[in-house]
């Protein structure tokens, strides 16, 4: 059978991706489109969904997935906004009912992999700087990668400062810079367009769907492959 997808969030960019990917995945049913004005609860219950794409906007995942949970539900949050704190408390509500899911910054495989280099450099480089850079009409700044990729270096005991950059021409652009003497060491991950996201998108539904908790990053559904 298929696993019955709701996608919250369906009338945005990501949204309208996160659609297309799932109507053309042989094992997935994608059974509900919400946008922003749809009562949540009234219509994830009749859309029959075992997992939820939330995909909206920054600052309102951490409440959309609870209410996603508290209706016996999965959530894959893809918004960016979602606190450290707010990931454990939901790994906690997703424990207290048997379920799971996922919070994903980044649903990019290219990052992820840069993500994962830049802690291992973190062992041997003492410092670090992140310079993110995108199209003038994202909002948020820094972006939720960067402030995640920081986060991830802070927990081996480096300190990365972030600078923005918001430019027509653009897209999605992430550099990890490593210095010492004598040398510098340098992670680029760049995106032309957000097709990158489809094969996450996918791991992350798929993964959602037998998850005990929730987890935090693309790694997590990666290795669970």
């Known amino acids: 059978m298929k696993l019955p997808v709701a996608v919250v969030g369906a009338r945005g960019r990501l949204g309208q991706l996160a659609c297309e990917a799932l109507a053309a995945a042989g094992d997935l049913e994608l059974v509900a489109r919400l946008g922003s004005g749809d009562p ?17 906007r920054a600052g309102l995942g951490y409440e959309h997935a609870r209410r996603i949970l ?10 960016s906004g979602v606190s450290l704190e707010e990931t454990r408390a939901l790994d906690e509500q997703a424990r207290a009912l048997s379920l799971g899911g996922i919070v994903v910054p980044n649903f990019s495989v290219g ?56 430019l027509p021409g653009l897209y ?12 510098s060491y340098t ?7 957000p097709a990158a996201f489809g094969p ?3 791991c992350c539904v798929r993964y959602a769907a037998s998850a005990l908790g929730v987890a935090r990053g693309l790694d997590a559904a990666l290795g669970s492959r």
């Open 200 to 202: 996450g998108i996918l």
């Open 40 to 56: 949540l609860e009234e219509r994830l219950r009749a859309s029959g969904a075992r997992v939820v794409l939330e995909c909206t």
């Open 70 to 79: 508290a209706l016996g539900l999965r959530p894959v949050v893809g918004t």
């Open 111 to 166: 990052m992820s992999l840069l993500q994962r280099a830049a802690e291992e450099a973190a062992r041997h480089f003492q410092k670090c700087e992140i310079i993110e850079m995108h199209h003038e009409q994202k909002r948020d700044a820094p972006s939720g990668t960067a402030l995640d990729t920081a986060q991830r270096l802070a927990a081996h005991g480096r300190s990365a400062p972030i600078h923005s950059v918001r």
């Open 172 to 183: 999605a652009h992430q550099l990890v810079i490593f210095g010492a003497a004598g040398e």
């Open 187 to 193: 992670l680029r991950h760049d995106m032309a367009g």
